[in-house]
């Protein structure tokens, strides 16, 4: 049904992601996935973009949590 | 004794003479060979010589008269009626006795009231076929004495027919460790299918029973699986005049036969027919799709768990009552489909005197209510139901599934658990509940064994 895209468009020293459709349990593992991508590549920072997802339920909100506490998280040794 | 002599003595049917009775009884002690003076007549009925009636008097010698020959005769006549009537009336009891060792006792009373429903041949019947068959039962046979394996054997039968002979149910095969019952034929009832379901389900407690006394002898516990399907079949008496088999053919005892063989022990599996017949009334849950041997048709299977208290029946609007000016709307559980039915909310709600943010928090708790439904009902009709309820002052929705319920105390405590014992920590899953009820004005969970409801309430301003 509602499949979720993600695009995202890369600065110097951030990233802004672009959801596009339903922010539901698949789509938020999307975005999940592209935040820790950009993490490993050593983006400092992301803004997500969700003028496009008119719906989010709570599975999607704890996608974006885990997201951010990704890119919060302390590098490890 | 000799036959021909017999049969000639039949033929004739006249009083004996000494000799006759030293041909048919050598064995007699002499005395009674040299009995004084004796009258001897021959009781046979249906071309049977059933015995001999001697009448004596020891001390004189006067034959008897013609009168009281002709007495005797008739006498010997009633007396053979008497004993051949006897005879048969052991027979029957002991066919009886093997009888019912098959099937109920009020099916063999049944049966035996007319001769025509042991006859050969065949009729289509609707039945329900099922199969039981003991897990493991070839190792625990290799690794016992077999004294000690047919003694495992008779005290698992002696249960299990037990229950099956209490639920009228017919065994028509007994190989080994398996089992094949019956019901709806030799003779059928109007509720063959539920008396099929609870047979499988006592028998499962029946072993439970059983093996706790096992146990307690430090035995193995026996365990078992079962299969279950129902369907139209040709059902009769296959064998000869001398040996009949009560028999069933068809795709159901196929289907049956291969169910019992995919279950695990414990495990009682059952056909899609089965299940869309007795869904109302039983817990079940869905396992797979299988593919029939030989056909090219996918059927699927599911599990029976256990029996519905019968104290409410979902699948009625006792549950939530059916109430005049109701909505309801069924939708399938399909991926994202909590978007639809937030928005077929939102069109209800939009008839209220409701501002954008109240109908947008409706939106979100329906989904999410929605949600819950879909991630842990784990209902076998995979549908959930909708019912929207538009009062003067007020939105009332219900969403509700058939499944097999949560434990809202147990989810509760988890939430509570979770947040005390990670204290600071973001708790990212589970919040559904949580937040449709910052979402609405009032919210109220029930949930059984038969499903769970969530009744939601937004009150205008």
């Given at each position: 049904m509602d499949v979720l895209r993600v695009a995202v468009k890369k600065a110097d020293r951030y990233a802004i992601i672009y959801t596009d459709g339903y922010i539901n349990n698949p789509g938020g593992e999307k975005i999940a996935q592209a935040c820790r991508e950009l993490v490993e590549e050593g983006m400092g920072g992301f803004i997500l973009n969700?003028?496009?997802?008119?719906s989010i339920n709570s599975v999607g909100i704890s996608f974006l949590i885990e997201a951010i506490e990704h890119m919060t998280r302390p590098a490890g040794p | 004794m000799d036959k021909t002599r017999v049969a000639a003595l039949v033929k004739e049917n006249r009083p004996l003479t000494r000799t006759d009775l030293y041909h048919l009884a050598?064995?007699?002690p002499d005395q009674l060979h040299n009995l004084p003076s004796c009258f001897l007549v021959p009781l046979i009925v249906a071309h049977q010589l059933v015995g001999v009636l001697c009448v004596s008097e020891r001390f004189k010698q006067f034959p008897y008269a013609g009168y009281e020959c002709s007495l005797l005769m008739t006498m010997a006549r009633q007396i053979a009626i008497a004993i051949y009537n006897h005879q048969l009336l052991e027979e029957t009891k002991s066919i009886r006795t093997i009888f019912k060792r098959y099937v109920s006792d009020h099916v063999a009373e049944m049966l035996l009231q007319s001769e025509e429903n042991l006859r050969l041949g065949g009729t289509y019947k609707e039945v329900v076929v099922v199969f039981t068959d003991l897990r493991n039962f070839t190792r625990m046979q290799e690794d016992q004495h077999p004294e000690e394996t047919v003694t495992m054997l008779n005290e698992y039968y002696e249960e299990m027919m037990q229950v099956i002979h209490r639920h009228n149910g017919t065994i028509t095969r007994m190989s080994g460790d398996g089992l094949m019952i019956l019901y709806g034929a030799p003779i059928s009832f109007e509720d063959d299918l539920a008396r099929a379901m609870q047979t499988v389900l006592d028998m499962r407690d029946a072993l439970a029973s059983l093996n706790d006394h096992r146990q307690a002898e430090r035995k193995e516990p026996l365990s078992m699986g079962v299969g279950i399907s129902m369907g139209r079949v040709l059902a009769g008496n296959v064998g000869s005049t001398q040996r009949v088999e009560y028999t069933v053919i068809g795709e159901p005892v196929n289907l049956a036969a291969r169910l019992v063989d995919i279950a695990n022990g414990g495990q009682i599996l059952i056909s899609e027919d089965v299940f869309h017949n007795v869904r109302d009334r039983f817990s079940m849950g869905y396992v797979r799709t299988i593919e029939l041997k030989g056909q090219a048709r996918q059927v699927n299977i599911y599990e029976l768990k256990g029996h519905l208290p019968?104290?409410?029946?979902?699948?009625?609007?006792?549950?939530i009552p059916t109430k005049e000016g109701e909505i309801t709307l069924t939708v399938p559980?399909?991926?994202?489909i909590e978007l639809m039915v937030g928005q077929a909310a939102v069109a209800v709600a939009?008839?209220?005197?409701?501002?954008d943010m109240q109908i947008e928090e409706i939106r979100l708790a329906v989904i999410e209510a929605c949600i819950n439904a879909v991630e842990?009902?784990?209902?076998?009709?995979r549908k959930i139901h909708i019912i929207v309820q538009l009062l003067e002052d007020i939105l009332e929705v219900v969403i509700q599934d058939?499944?097999?319920?949560?434990?809202i105390d147990q989810l509760r405590d988890h939430m509570a658990d979770r947040k005390t014992s990670h204290p600071?920590?973001?708790?990212?899953?589970?919040?559904g509940l949580t937040l449709i009820e910052s979402l609405m004005d009032q919210v109220e969970m029930t949930s059984s064994v038969k499903g769970t409801a969530i009744r939601m309430v937004k009150k205008t301003k």
């Open positions: 969700l003028d496009k997802s008119p | 050598p064995e007699l019968g104290d409410i029946d979902t699948r009625s609007p006792d549950l559980m399909w991926p994202s939009g008839h209220l005197n409701l501002d842990h009902s784990e209902s076998a009709d058939f499944g097999e319920g949560v434990d600071g920590k973001l708790i990212k899953r589970g919040w």
